[in-house]
């Protein structure tokens, strides 16, 4: 009988022992807006996967793709709030919280991938602006990949001259207003799991974003011309809630950043290698892929810089003068 109550004890104890070990596990929110077939998920699941065996299973990332928890502006709100743990969304996006985050949606700062990683790896004016998030609410900790924005639209668009009058889908920047104002087109601002709908039913004449998202989203469907104006750079910098970080050990927070940049190197390469791809079978689908001249695109948008100079000043200047050494140090 004795024995029987020291061996329960025993068991009790080892299982009370395992329920206080598997409850020392952190779960982390993520929160995105991509879809399940999207680049962003791929790298988010990557970076989950990394977290729980860089911290010894100290922390579980649990991911919520698909705008479950809120679109782009509400994940970053509560990101500051520290209603979530994660976030990774456009630079742009994070211009409500850090104001000249805006100029990084400046037009054509740069013309390829190899360029835009550097800018964002070595930009002295970017560091500054990315070390004024803490005060926020939140820290960036690695630049993930989105691409270059590009146009779907109902109608055929060769040049500014077929984008007039046209309503089209952004989210709300105000660089990015500019600049597609500036082309011409009438700017219309909603939240991407809307934008489908809007299309099919007329509400917008098409939307602008990188090829993987427009290709995840299957806006060809709706907006079967892809148009490749690649008129803005459009990275996703991955952050984490200020609260979240400094709950962190040394050693832990060490590991997070590891697992960022880790998630990062995968979310380049991903998005580059597949973007010929992913409008491949956009086009056997029935999409029709242009690829327009440039130049009277770019043309259209220089008032942009203007404006952004009489707004930002010197902020301008600065990041300017990083892309011109950028493209000129890597064609």
């Known amino acids: ?130 070390a004024k998030a803490p005060a926020k609410g939140f820290r960036f900790l690695s630049t993930w990949e989105a691409g270059f924005r590009s146009m779907t639209t109902r109608e055929p668009l060769n040049g500014p001259a077929d984008a007039k009058g046209k309503k089209l889908r952004t989210f709300p920047n105000e660089m990015m207003r500019w600049t597609l104002e500036s082309m011409g087109f009438n700017v219309q601002i909603m939240p991407l799991p809307e934008v489908y709908l809007a299309i099919q039913q007329g509400t917008v004449s098409g939307q602008e974003n990188p090829v993987d998202t427009i290709y995840s989203n299957k806006f060809y469907e709706v907006a079967p011309n892809v148009t490749l104006t690649n008129h803005v750079y459009s990275p996703i910098p991955l952050a984490v809630s200020e609260k979240t970080w400094k709950k962190l050990s040394p050693a832990d927070q060490k590991a997070v950043m590891e697992a960022a940049k880790i998630a990062a190197a995968f979310s380049r390469d991903f998005i580059k290698n597949n973007d010929d791809n992913q409008l491949k079978e956009m086009t056997s689908r029935g999409a029709k892929v242009n690829r327009p001249a440039l130049e009277p695109f770019r043309q259209s948008v220089q008032p942009v810089y203007a404006k952004a100079q009489e707004k930002y000043g010197a902020d301008v200047d600065a990041l300017l003068k990083d892309a011109a050494a950028v493209r000129r140090s890597v064609k």
């Open 1 to 130: 009988m004795i024995r029987r109550l020291i061996r329960r004890g025993i068991v009790a104890a080892l299982a009370a022992t395992f329920v206080t070990a598997a409850g020392a596990q952190t779960v982390l929110r993520f929160s995105h807006t991509d879809q399940q077939a999207g680049a962003r998920q791929a790298a988010a699941q990557l970076f989950a996967k990394k977290v729980e065996a860089l911290t010894e299973g100290r922390y579980r990332v649990q991911v919520y793709c698909c705008s479950q928890l809120g679109n782009d502006p509400k994940n970053i709100e509560q990101l500051a709030l520290g209603g979530i743990d994660f976030t990774v969304s456009s630079t742009g996006s994070y211009a409500p919280h850090v104001g000249t985050l805006n100029l990084t949606m400046l037009p054509y700062l740069v013309d390829n991938y190899q360029q835009g990683w550097k800018l964002y790896d070595e930009s002295k004016w970017l560091a500054e602006q990315f």
